[in-house]
């Protein structure tokens, strides 16, 4: 079973950005499909961002397109998000997830099979 254990989240004013990262333990890293998700207070867990195991294919939620870039270096046993023009509605928990065996896209949180702590993002306007 992988660990995984984020960093990188803090305060940041909108328009700001931020990159995530997600360091797993084991040697079997890259055969996991890996993923972001966030949680807002009083909300549920939804998904943000999903990236293979090679990392050549990525899925984005629609409400981060176009500014979030999710990546990976399997040498290293990490996964990012980068996070670009952040607004106020960004402000969340973000978690990162593997799914090992999954179909694609994997977007549905019971799709993942570890879960890190998650890191606290919190954008001001």
């Known amino acids: 079973q992988v660990q995984l254990v984020e960093s990188g989240g803090g305060l940041v004013q909108a328009g700001g950005s931020l990159r995530l990262s997600c360091a797993a333990s084991g040697r079997t890293f890259s055969t996991y499909r890996m993923g972001w998700f966030r949680q807002a207070p009083g909300k549920e867990r939804d998904f943000v961002a999903t990236?293979?195991?090679?990392?050549?294919?990525?899925q984005y939620a629609d409400s981060v397109k176009g500014r979030f870039i999710i990546s990976r270096d399997n040498a290293k046993n990490t996964v990012y998000l980068q996070m670009n023009t952040l607004k106020p509605e960004d402000t969340a928990v973000y978690y990162c997830a593997a799914s090992y065996g999954s179909s694609w896209p994997t977007i549905d949180r019971t799709q993942y099979n570890a879960w890190g702590q998650g890191t606290q993002v919190t954008v001001s306007s």
């Open positions: 990236i293979t195991e090679r990392g050549i294919r990525r």
